[in-house]
Structure formats: structure tokens, C-alpha cells
């Protein structure tokens, strides 16, 4: 396993994150013990969850990963989890606002089983709640002890921005964002990395294999493989958009790149986005433990200039164009805006 700081704080984590969201079901409980125990066995010590997860059952990926790490030393381990999705019916059970956080914080803690969270993460940004208001309750958290580290996910620039003035001025640290980032999503590229450069907050990125599509698994004018992410009711919502044939043929183009380097198509997807520093580490979900020992043979490879750009020439299609998204305007809309069907979505990131 390679280890890596988060962004330009002192907080050290593994270049794989394991992330629960796929087993974060009271029904899952086993195969999430399961996969954090492989997780461990491979060097892994960050793990990501979020007070939704286990939606309609909130709490319910919380509540899993806590019981899996039971009895692990704690000191070598970084939980991370998240807050401002909805987690109950209530006006109050959504968004950035104090009182939110603060009973959610609590929440987690309880569900997680420890007295502090390694890294609290905005899951969005909520725009109905004044930043002044919701920094400062993440401010009063680490005073507490309660929080250690402030983060973020899919958060665009000018939000960042202004969340790292106000945390510099409470005097905490806000160290990182949370995006979804792979070889087919690049919205991040353009401003996003560079503003964080900036302000020293490193990337936790997630969905780095395309929910699957890049694995190879999926095959042009074809159906999906019994029991793969693209049946099940919750994962085929969001590797739907890369099911077309043009990016499955180019996934299978990718193949060779891979087999020059010794790696699975998967390996090769997770290793692209470790090769910049930027990116901290990669979060994997995972059903299975053998699907935790292949991603973690990603850490620490390195692709040469020449990979690289026959990776980028991959995606460029004669009849299509280039099949890559890479449009800043497709970061997460802010929760205060997102509908019903969105606000759903949102809870696989």
C-alpha cells in the first residue's frame, strides 16, 4: 500500500479509501465486515462512509462500518463520514445549518462507535444555510475534539474558496474535497484541482472505475452481466450514462494498455487517478473481498507519458468525438437546488 498526506495538512492516509456505500444495508452488515477485514489485510487504513448511506435506513452504512471495526486499534485508523443529505423526514434533517450538524456529528459518533471523526466531510453545498453559520459549527466540533479534520465534497471553486477563508479564520483545517473524478468524468480538471492546488486541500476521489464501467466488464451491444452494478436498482442509475456502445468499445480499446503494464482495466482506471499528487487517495466500493486485493494493486503504479496519452486517445472517437465529460458546469448542483430525484442520487458520492 502507498500512503500519501492529505493535501498540505500532516494527516496521512492510504492511497485506497475503502468506501461503504455499496454494502451500507442492515442486510450487508457480513459483507461489510468482510471487506474491511481484506482492507485491512491489504494496508488500507482510510475508510469512508456518510450518515445517508443505507438509504431509506439512515445510518445504516455508519452503523456497519463501526460494527467492522470494532476492536481495530483506533489510532490506525482515519474514519470518514459526511453530513447534508437528508437523513430524516424533518425540516431540520437535511442541509449545512448548526443545528444539523451538530445532531448528525453526534449521530455518527454514536453509529460509528468512537469519540471523534477523522475527517467530517459537507457532502454538498447548501445554499439556504449562511457559510459563516455552518464553518462555525464545524469549527466548534474540532474544539470540541469531536472533529479533527474539515473537508468537502463536490463543492464547486468559489465555494471552496470561501469555506477556506472562513476556516483560516477560525483557525482550523479545511484539507479536502471529495469529487467524483476517472478517466471518462474530468469536470474537476479545469478549475477545481487548481484552485485546491492553491489552497492546499488534497482530493478523496470517488467513483474513480466509472461505477464499473470501467472495469471491461461491460461489452458493446451487449446486456449487463448478470448481478453487475448496472441491474441492481441503485447502482444502475448512475453507470447508466456510460453504457453506450462508443465509451464500451472504447473501455475494450484500453485493454492492451493494460496488458502491458500487468494490470486489469480496473487497476489501470484506479492507478490514472492516483497518478497526480493532487489526488490523495481513490475511495473503492466493494461487495466482495477480491474486489478490495485487485483495486489495492493499483497503489503505487506508475503510467509513463506514453500511457498516458494513448489513454487519452482511447476516448477520442472518430464518429463521436471526444467521450469524456469534461464540462465544470456538471459538478454536483448544491443540495438547496437539487430535486427530489437528485438529492437521491447524491448519496452514492
Known amino acids: 500500500m502507498e500512503y500519501r498526506t492529505l ?9 485506497i479509501t475503502y468506501g461503504n456505500w455499496l454494502t451500507a444495508s442492515p442486510q450487508a452488515v457480513e459483507a461489510t465486515r468482510r ?10 487504513t482510510t475508510f469512508d462512509t456518510a450518515d445517508v448511506y443505507g438509504n431509506p435506513d439512515f445510518g445504516a452504512g455508519e452503523r456497519a462500518l463501526g460494527a467492522a471495526l ?13 453530513v447534508c443529505l437528508p437523513t430524516g423526514p424533518g425540516p431540520n434533517d437535511r442541509g449545512l445549518s448548526r443545528k444539523h450538524i451538530m445532531e448528525s456529528c453526534n449521530a455518527s459518533l454514536r453509529r ?55 476556516a483560516s479564520e477560525l483557525k482550523v483545517q479545511l484539507i479536502s474535497n471529495q469529487p467524483q473524478y476517472s478517466m471518462l468524468w474530468r469536470v474537476i480538471e479545469k478549475e477545481v484541482l487548481p484552485t485546491c492546488a492553491r489552497l492546499g486541500l488534497g482530493q478523496i476521489v470517488f467513483s474513480p472505475v466509472a461505477q464499473g464501467a470501467l472495469s471491461g466488464k461491460y461489452l458493446p451491444g451487449r446486456q449487463p452481466p ?5 441491474e441492481d436498482s441503485r447502482g444502475g442509475v448512475f453507470v447508466g450514462r456510460y453504457l453506450g456502445d462508443p465509451v464500451l468499445s472504447a473501455v475494450q480499446r484500453l485493454r492492451p494498455i493494460a496488458d502491458e503494464l500487468g494490470l ?6 484506479v492507478a490514472w487517478v492516483l497518478r497526480d499528487r493532487a ?11 477480491e474486489q478490495i486485493r485487485e483495486n489495492v494493486a493499483a497503489a503505487g503504479r506508475t503510467l509513463d507519458a506514453d500511457a498516458l496519452a494513448r489513454i487519452d486517445a482511447v476516448f477520442l472517437d472518430p464518429d463521436h468525438g471526444d467521450l469524456v465529460e469534461r464540462d465544470p458546469g456538471k459538478i454536483a448542483a448544491p443540495f438547496d437546488v437539487m430535486p427530489a430525484w437528485r438529492v437521491r442520487d447524491a448519496a452514492a458520492g
Not at 35 to 44: K, M, R, T
Not at 226 to 230: F, I, L, T, V
Not at 264 to 269: D, E, N, S, V, Y
Not at 279 to 289: F, Q
Open 264 to 269: 486489469t482495466t480496473a487497476q489501470l482506471a
Open 279 to 289: 489526488v490523495s487517495s481513490a475511495v473503492i466500493g466493494a461487495s466482495r473481498p
Open 226 to 230: 448478470s448481478g453487475s452494478r448496472a
Open 70 to 82: 470494532a476492536g481495530v486499534r483506533r489510532e490506525s485508523v482515519e474514519i470518514l463520514t459526511k
Open 7 to 15: 493535501g498540505s495538512s500532516g494527516l496521512t492516509v492510504s492511497a
Open 35 to 44: 471487506c474491511v477485514e481484506a482492507a485491512l489485510d491489504a494496508g488500507i
Open 112 to 166: 460509528l462507535g468512537t469519540d471523534h471523526i477523522d475527517l467530517y466531510q459537507a457532502h454538498r453545498y447548501d445554499g439556504n444555510t449562511p457559510l459563516e453559520e455552518t464553518m462555525t459549527a464545524f469549527a466548534d466540533l474540532v474544539r470540541q475534539g469531536k472533529v479533527l479534520y474539515l473537508g468537502v465534497s463536490e463543492w464547486r471553486p468559489e465555494q471552496i474558496e470561501a469555506a477556506a477563508a472562513l
